[in-house]
């Protein structure tokens, strides 16, 4: 048996890297990700003048000159060179903040002029990676300005009494010559309690500097997250795409495999049986024994049933015939046969508006039969029970097995050969539907798939 691990992350989030511990408020000041989000900070200062010229170009360009073919291909590639823009924010967030965030997928180029500039002028990546570049003007020059603000003020003030005696000397009010920081007409910092003071001052300001850089860079990751991320649209896209090609690949793989049986079985069996028929009938016709071709009969006879058996085994692995009479009957009729002891209990609003589409209805089935091959098979269970119900609209299965634990997926090789869950969670997720699997060493196995459950257009709703 096997797992299943999804590490897809969805729109607008970013998964944190593993590796860094968070720093505690003494250390924050010393700590190597506080310097890293400063220059992070220092670094998106120095592009953002950059950046918003681009975007700034990017918008006026589009609006100035569409009227013109030429004017719609060159907006195009520069809304697609947005792209490039958000791949380098994303590296910095990457490298300085510790943050992955999923690059959207490649602009794939559709035929036909027309449909090229489209594209290019409509390509949603790019003009979100030129707001990203807009919205972040002001907050670069925000979040660099008031950070420095405080390092600097800090630590001037925590060595002010060291430095402050080169300051130049300033008449009082009280009519002295005082050396140091004035606030005020007459209160200079020139004392030891007030020096001290200052020093004081200078470090708190020094350990809320890092929670201050860590509220502007929040923020950075934020809008890096929710702008220069792919979309839950495209990510579904994307994901529909994946079990489509995988779909395909599993159907022609079962083809292929029952092309296969057909011929090397059935077909086999077919051929023997003309053969043994072809001379029993030449016994009779020349007058032979007659007693040998019955015996020739008899052997087709068997051959004949043998290859009808198979052809209903073959059958049965494209519709079981228990679905005939609906998913119910068909798994209380799957644990029947089953070697294991297996409990089935489907809710009754299943099936309360009519039989499910019937792609649903064969994909509930063959899930619940391969799982319970599997604990047959790998995990030494000595029962298993399923469990079918009707959740928010989606039909819920839940086959838990008491075995040893331990199932994984293995995904595909590039060979086209699949695991059995590997191929059991894409014919689910082609469906729309949701595979998770939890199977810790020792057991128990606990597998999830939620279909949706549209009733068949046949069958009253």
Request: proline content about 6%; overall charge neutral.
């Amino acid at each position: 048996m096997t797992t299943m691990t999804f590490d897809r992350p969805a729109a607008g989030t970013a998964t944190r890297r593993a590796g860094h511990r968070e720093p505690g408020f003494l250390t924050a000041p010393f700590a190597s990700r506080t310097w890293r989000e400063q220059g992070y900070l220092a670094l998106v200062l120095l592009l953002a003048p950059f950046a918003f010229t681009y975007a700034v170009f990017a918008v006026s360009l589009t609006a100035g000159i569409a009227v013109t073919v030429v004017g719609l291909v060159v907006s195009g590639g520069v809304v697609l060179g947005g792209r490039g823009w958000g791949g380098a924010y994303r590296g910095l967030a990457r490298d300085l903040l510790d943050v992955d965030v999923q690059a959207p997928a490649p602009y794939v180029r559709p035929r036909g002029f027309w449909r090229t500039v489209g594209s290019l002028i409509g390509d949603a990546t790019g003009w979100r990676a030129l707001l990203f570049m807009v919205v972040t003007f002001p907050l670069s020059v925000l979040s660099f300005v008031v950070s420095v603000t405080f390092l600097a003020t800090s630590l001037g003030a925590l060595t002010y009494g060291i430095w402050y005696r080169f300051l130049p000397e300033q008449l009082g009010t009280d009519g002295e010559l005082h050396r140091g920081a004035q606030f005020g007409p007459g209160y200079f910092v020139d004392t030891p309690p007030r020096i001290a003071l200052t020093a004081l001052a200078g470090l708190v300001l020094l350990f809320c500097w890092p929670w201050i850089t860590r509220a502007f860079t929040l923020l950075f990751r934020v809008l890096t997250a929710g702008l220069l991320s792919p979309t839950r649209a495209s990510l579904r896209v994307a994901e529909l795409e994946r079990s489509r090609t995988g779909t395909v690949d599993d159907a022609d793989a079962r083809l292929r495999s029952i092309e296969r049986d057909l011929h090397d079985g059935t077909q086999a069996r077919l051929v023997a049986v003309a053969m043994q028929l072809g001379e029993a009938r030449e016994h009779l016709a020349d007058g032979g024994d007659v007693t040998q071709a019955a015996e020739l009969v008899e052997t087709a006879h068997t051959s004949t049933k043998e290859a009808l058996t198979e052809l209903r085994e073959l059958a049965r692995g494209i519709h079981p015939p228990a679905l005939d009479s609906g998913l119910t009957v068909a798994l209380e009729t799957l644990a029947a046969r089953s070697p294991l002891p297996v409990t089935v209990d489907v809710d009754a609003g299943v099936e309360a508006h009519g039989r499910l589409a019937p792609a649903v209805e064969s994909i509930a089935y063959f899930s619940v039969a391969e799982l319970v091959t599997n604990a047959a098979k790998h995990a030494r269970a000595a029962g298993v029970y399923v469990l079918v119900e009707s959740v928010g609209g989606m039909v819920r299965i839940r086959v838990r097995d008491d075995g040893r634990g331990g199932a994984r997926v293995v995904p595909p090789d590039g060979s086209g050969l699949r695991s059995g869950l590997a191929g059991l969670a894409e014919r689910v997720r082609s469906v729309d539907g949701t595979f998770d699997l939890s199977s810790p060493v020792g057991g128990p196995t606990v597998v999830t798939v939620t279909l949706p459950s549209a009733t068949s257009p046949s069958e009253p709703a």
